[in-house]
Structure formats: C-alpha cells, structure tokens
C-alpha cells in the first residue's frame, strides 16, 4: 500500500523519500536564519537603548547578577523546548522558538554592548563570520558523510556540567576562566553542531523542523558567544 504525503511528512527525516528530506532540511535552515535575523533585529533595536545600559549596571554591580541572568535564561530555554515539544499547533511551536530567541538576544546585551562600543569595529564582524564559516563547514560535514555522531551525546553531556561548573565557579570566586576555556568552549559548540545537525536527520519526523532549528541555532549562539569572546580578548593585545 502507498504511503499518503501526510503519511510520509511524519515519518523519520532518515526514512523519508529524499525529496521531503531536502524540504525539511530547506525549512530547518531557513527557520534559523529566521531566528538567527530576528536576534540580529532585537539586537540593533536594544543595543542602543537605555535598556542595555541599565542592564550594562546590573550586571556591574556584582558578579553574583551573571548567576541570576544565567538561572533565567536556562529556565528560558526550558520553557521554550518545553513549548515546542508539547506544542498542538504550529503557531506555539513558533512562540517557543521566540521565546528563546529573546532569551538570547537580552543575555547576548552584556557581550555585544562592550563588542560594539569598546572594542575594535572589526571585533564583531570578524566574530559572525568566524561562527558562519565553522557552522557551514561542520553543517556541510554532517550532512553530506551522513556519519552517525550521536557518540558525542555523552561526551557534550559531560562537558556541558563541567564547562557549567566552572563558570558558576568564576562567578563565585571572581576568576577569570581565560582564552583556553573559551576555546575548549568553541569546540564543544562544534561538537554540538555536529550532534545535533546529525540527530535531527536521524530522529527528527520531516514535521519537526521547527524544534530542529532551535536546535541548531541553540548551538551556533554557543559558539559565537565564545567567538566573539576570543576575538575581544585578542583585539585587545
């Protein structure tokens, strides 16, 4: 018997005919750079603003506010997967992903303000397109081998508590983790790429990508923020 298209649009991307395989693939990526412009925007608009100023003192009063800005954005990005996992309509799925956008956009203030208005004009754009360069390449490599890296599932695991380890450590004790962990912190954020570019063309349906893109664009924040990071710190020598 033949499979229906909505039959066929439910199964797994990596038994779907490779027709829908490519229409998921198209309507992941362009639902992150829908996320990824979105961020962008909100971005342009705050940065400016007395909001990322009053957020600039929050955060320099005491160190102990990165902890709670921190706190707020992982329960962010709970609720925003939570929404997209549960979602009956499409409608909220997109409202989970904008959640998390936003989530991203306001933690992002503290880094890209400094980038922006104290550091090398170069800084930033050298950082995007740095993260660009790393996320097609590593995008391209996951999905043209079609290499199986769920064994990055543990090892991602573990660094992700230890990397969250030590920031809650820097935060507390007032040191500061320097360019070696931040760039321990690029190639977990590569490790992710591939984990997760590999697992929504495994075990995602052809019906869900718009978790798919949160996915995705979950990791290339990861790396840019480190990115940029590197960049500030070397602009500065």
Known sequence: ?????????????????????????????????????????????????????????????????????????????????TMIAGAKTRSMQYAGLGVYVVAEALIFIPLLYIAVYFSSPKVLPSAALITAALFTGLSAVAITTRKDFSFLGGILTVGGVIALGLIVAGVIFGFNLGLAFSGGMVLLAAGSILYDTSKIVRDYSTDDYVGASLQLFASVMLMFWYVLRIMMRVSRR
């Not at 298209?5 to 829908?34: C, K, N, W």
């Not at 160190?63 to 707020?72: A, H, K």
């Open 1 to 81: 018997m033949t499979a229906t298209v909505e039959q066929v649009r439910s199964l797994p991307v990596a038994v779907a005919l490779p027709a829908e395989r490519a229409l998921f693939i198209r309507r992941t990526y362009a639902h992150l750079a829908g996320a990824v412009g979105l961020f962008v925007g909100l971005e342009y608009v705050l940065l400016p603003s007395s909001f990322a100023k009053a957020m600039m003192q929050f955060v320099s009063t005491s160190r102990y506010s990165w902890l709670m800005i921190l706190g707020g954005f992982m329960a962010a990005g709970w609720l925003a997967r």
